[in-house]
Nanobody, 129 residues
């Protein structure tokens, strides 16, 4: 079955860390640009970080830059989002998306989100004391 499977979310105290995983099942993730998005209650989905296929260039939103790091492990067919120094405002459902056509546009996977090849199911991240 061709799909993206996310894991790694949970409840963490402010200042803590989590590592989210976005694993490809049934296809080679190297050919895809991968974007991480998040959606907080009552807010629109927003881009967080993005990594291109090929040269693997990365970028992150200013709100998470220096705290979040996106990376790719080709052998494991997985893209990670390492999140450090978490804040309550980082609380959201986090999604990864993959596409072979669209590349990263800054820190956001470009193009129409409804046209992406794959979306993960989402993983909840809650930052609270």
């Amino acid at each position: 079955q061709l799909q993206l499977v996310e894991s790694g979310g949970g409840l963490v105290q402010p200042g803590g860390s989590l590592r989210l995983s976005c694993a490809a099942s049934g296809f080679n993730l190297d050919y895809y640009a991968i974007g991480w998005f998040r959606q907080a209650p009552g807010k629109e989905r927003e881009g967080v970080s993005c990594i291109n296929s090929g040269d693997g260039t990365t970028n992150s939103a200013d709100s998470v830059k220096g705290r979040f790091t996106i990376s790719r492990d080709s052998a494991k067919k997985t893209v990670y989002l390492q999140m450090n120094s978490l804040k309550p405002e980082d609380t959201a459902v986090y999604y990864c998306a993959a596409d072979t056509y669209y590349a990263c546009s800054g820190y956001v996977l470009g193009g129409d989100i409804y046209e992406y090849d794959y979306w993960g199911q989402g993983t909840q991240v809650t930052v609270s004391s």
